[in-house]
């Protein structure tokens, strides 16, 4: 028997109460239905609605009523969203105006079968089968059972080109196929892309990234070169070869990084610490394990810039930095927050040192403090995508030893790193205070740099007390001077 839980319908209940009093038929649609039929549960639960007309102004009295946030989603389309939160949990319920004179019409206007079904509101409330009330003229159930990506009309895509990126997205959560019809249908109409807003991109690819299938979907939309007209970026990066540590062009070996990083995900997220840590929603609910997904596209970026001949030798010399450019000019695009533009830079203009910390036999402590130091809170993040980016990296002067040392200091660093949290934070020696009292000195950029060294100094044993703290900072301070 199919029904919402008693949660959804205390949700659902003050709604349905307001239409009744303003007598309007309000009719639930779209994902819900979905996600009610597969037996999926949301962490923050959405439900899309759609009525004759007056979606925005109803939502917004509704709204007031729910105490609840209210935001116009689309003038031209009638379009409004309302959020709540609800037992610790956020609530988000879209209204629409149909888009047809009549219900079954509206829902030819829908992305897809399995989103084009429709529940009156207060059959819910029914204790009935909803098997039997559901409306579903497209067939969504059918589709839905065999696991089918369908176009719900042949200008589904006209009629809003970002279903060509949803269409790859449902599939990437749903594990499900896009059928013939539908893939002709995303080949024939994949020019309209450019016509999309970024941050409405933005979002589609970010639910690619939050799935265990990136991969797959991005190598689908390579294909149909649909990812590089999103990212013109990615154009330059084909067909330029690497040299012999390498067997994939700058373009083909990142999307194996990226593929490696998905397969070195099933392990790592065993450990509860590093789960947490890739769980983290670093911004508009996006994991940081999504954010590093994107990261390993970026993270050679720079490379076709960077790229020079010496004595028959191709060098990409500066391209962490070059690809930290490109990388800000991206986030901007996109309209990333300033945590999530952060953490990508990070990633991208350290993605080399743990390389080099791998390239000594052992890693001194100064090198490894300069590096916990300078990656910050993406320590962990840099040291999971350099061992996805060495693992796809197999060229004939790529050794199995010098493989195993890689993995085996990347590994002692993500070990330490993890024992580090449990370690109390270290105490500084002299405050900036002391050192210009001492010294006799005026704030300036002089002092942040001395006590950064003497910080160093005291993470690696080098001073051990207050006099020696004070005996090196004389000597900084002399040398600088």
Request: with cysteine; aromatic share 8%.
């Amino acid at each position: 028997m199919l029904i919402f839980t008693e949660k959804e319908k205390e949700s659902l209940k003050p709604i349905y109460n307001f239409s009744k009093a303003k007598k309007v038929k309000l009719y639930l649609v779209g994902g819900a239905l979905r996600d009610l039929i597969l037996g999926r549960n949301k962490d923050n639960p959405d439900f899309d609605f759609c009525l004759k007309r007056s979606a925005i102004s109803f939502g917004r009295v509704l709204a007031k009523k729910l105490k609840a946030g209210f935001v116009v989603l689309d003038e031209e389309h009638a379009a409004c969203r309302l959020v709540k939160k609800i037992e610790g949990k956020y609530y988000t319920f879209d209204f629409t105006d149909f888009r047809a004179p009549t219900l079954e019409k509206d829902l030819l206007h829908r992305d897809f079968t399995i989103n084009s079904m429709a529940l009156a509101l207060g059959d819910v409330f029914s204790n009935k089968d909803l098997n039997t009330l559901i409306i579903d003229p497209y067939s969504g159930r059918e589709d839905l059972k065999n696991k089918i990506i369908r176009a719900t009309h042949k200008n589904s895509f006209k009629e809003d080109p970002l279903r060509i990126l949803r269409a790859f997205s449902f599939s990437c959560m749903l594990g499900f196929v896009l059928n013939k019809e539908t893939k002709l249908l995303v080949n024939k109409d994949k020019q309209k892309i450019g016509s999309v807003s970024s941050e409405r991109i933005r979002d589609e690819l970010f639910k690619v990234f939050d799935s265990n299938q990136a991969y797959a979907a991005l190598v689908t939309l390579d294909k149909l070169k649909i990812l590089e007209m999103i990212f013109p970026e990615i154009k330059p990066m084909r067909k330029i070869g690497q040299g012999p540590y390498h067997h994939l062009d700058v373009w083909q070996h990142t999307l194996e990084t990226l593929r490696q990083f998905e397969t070195l995900l099933g392990v790592v997220n065993k450990d509860v610490q590093i789960k947490e840590y890739l769980d983290e929603q670093i911004s508009s609910l996006r994991k940081r394990s999504s954010l590093i997904k994107f990261a390993c596209i970026l993270h050679d970026v720079g490379k076709p810039k960077a790229m020079r001949r010496e004595k028959k030798k191709i060098i990409f010399h500066g391209h962490e930095r070059i690809g930290l450019g490109i990388t800000r000019i991206i986030c901007r695009r996109l309209k990333l927050s300033n945590d999530e533009c952060h953490c990508l830079e990070r990633i991208v203009l350290w993605h080399l040192r743990p390389g080099y910390l791998a390239g000594n036999l052992k890693p001194t402590e100064r090198a490894i403090f300069r590096y916990f130091r300078d990656t910050g809170i993406d320590a962990l993040a840099v040291l999971l995508l350099s061992l996805a980016d060495q693992r796809a990296t197999k060229g004939p002067l790529t050794t199995a030893l010098s493989r195993r040392n890689h993995e085996k200091t990347v590994k002692a660093l993500i070990n330490r790193l993890l024992k580090k949290k449990d370690e109390k934070k270290l105490v500084r020696f002299l405050s900036g205070f002391d050192i210009m009292r001492k010294f006799k000195l005026p704030a300036s950029p002089l002092i942040g740099k001395v006590l950064s060294e003497l910080e160093e100094a005291q993470a690696v044993g080098k001073i051990k007390n207050k006099t020696e703290a004070f005996g090196l900072a004389a000597r900084i301070i002399k040398k600088r001077k």
